[in-house]
């Protein structure tokens, strides 16, 4: 009879399996988003582009397997949360152009208004927000935080964040997209689900219309 306590062997094993888990869903993650620089490059309609963007972001999240958090609940507390996302998203809108005022700049890298009519951008800006949430603040979250805790959690789904935008905007973008990433990261954190920092990311995103 081995003298290592089963449940004791069954961890590492775990942990190594969310790790695996945690790689491909990052491996699909890049690549989704080199598919999304390839179709840019070759000029194909933007809001083509982030439809299906989003689309495959949220098919990794189906083929994940796993149940996405929402949130806090009851009702009262999903409220909050939401609340509390969206104050978030328009504290984002406000420290990211306040840095760009303080840096003596005309416009924020990577920020700018589409080329598109503003309810189709509107719905396509959403589905992306929550896509991306779906995947880095939902199913990749737990998985981090599983096999290596909250902070590795926060700070891996940060860095790939910004990592995933430097093909578009370049990378000078990173500094403010992970930024970004950790407050969203955090928001998950005291949340409990994708919803609060979907609501943030949505707003910030959409605020740049009128910016």
């Given amino acids: 009879m081995s003298a290592i306590p089963a449940v004791a062997r069954a961890q590492p094993r775990a942990d190594l399996r969310a790790w695996a888990e945690a790689a491909l869903l990052a491996a699909g993650l890049g690549a989704i988003a080199a598919l999304r620089l390839a179709a840019t490059r070759i000029g194909l309609d933007p809001l083509a582009i982030g439809a299906g963007f989003g689309l495959a972001l949220l098919s990794l999240v189906v083929a994940s397997r796993v149940r996405l958090p929402l949130g806090a609940r009851p009702f009262a507390a999903a409220i909050l ?6 104050a978030i998203g328009l504290a984002l809108v406000i420290v990211t152009f306040a840095g760009a005022e303080i840096a003596g700049v005309s416009r924020v890298p990577g920020l700018g208004r589409a080329d598109a009519t503003f309810v189709p951008w509107a719905a396509v800006t959403i589905v992306v927000a929550f896509a991306e949430e779906a995947v880095l603040r ?10 290596g805790g909250p902070v590795a959690a926060i700070v891996a789904t940060a860095a790939l964040f910004a990592l995933m935008h430097v093909p578009l905007y370049g990378w000078h973008v990173v500094p403010l997209d992970l930024t970004v990433g950790l407050a969203l990261g955090g928001l998950r954190l005291a949340t409990g689900g994708v919803i609060a920092p979907t609501i943030a990311h949505a707003v910030a995103d959409l605020a740049t219309w009128w910016l």
Wanted: no cysteine; glycine share 18%; charged share 25%.
């Fill in 138 to 147: 939902g199913v990749l979250f737990d998985r981090l935080r599983r096999a």
């Fill in 81 to 86: 949360g939401a609340a509390l996302g969206a």
